[in-house]
């Protein structure tokens, strides 16, 4: 299994923004989709981005309510995948999850076998 390690997380003002980071270790693929989930307090999980890629090339989906507004990106070199999240609104709060699976993978979080521990973001009004 891959193992994630999220960061970044953190309390800050509506319309802000802030960087999550996600350590990838462990056994890795050349062919792989990683992405981003978020679950509000009382709310179920949901998708938020994701990043397929194979020797052809790559591929981002957004959640249409982040859409805009947050941009998922990679690091090959450090093995690491970022959300970079700007104009940051109440509603993002919630605590964010980094996942990795096979390029199959999309929005569908079943299809992620790899799953970080989750950071926090809080955004107030």
């Known amino acids: 299994q891959v193992q994630l390690v999220e960061s970044g997380g953190g309390l800050v003002q509506a319309g802000g923004s802030l960087r999550l980071s996600c350590a990838a270790s462990g056994r890795t693929f050349s062919s792989y989709t990683m992405g981003w989930f978020r679950q509000a307090p009382g709310k179920e999980r949901e998708f938020v981005a994701s990043?397929?890629?194979?020797?052809?090339?790559?591929?981002?989906y957004y959640a249409d309510s982040v859409k805009g507004r947050f941009t998922i990106s990679r690091d090959n070199a450090k093995n690491t995948l970022y959300l970079q999240m700007n104009s940051l609104k109440p509603e993002d709060t919630a605590v964010y999850y980094c996942?990795?699976?096979?390029?199959?993978?999309?929005?569908?979080?079943?299809?992620?076998?790899?799953w970080g521990q989750g950071t926090q973001v809080a955004v107030s009004a």
């Open positions: 990043l397929s890629w194979t020797w052809t090339g790559a591929s981002t």
């Open positions: 996942a990795a699976g096979p390029t199959s993978a999309r929005t569908m979080e079943v299809d992620f076998g790899s």
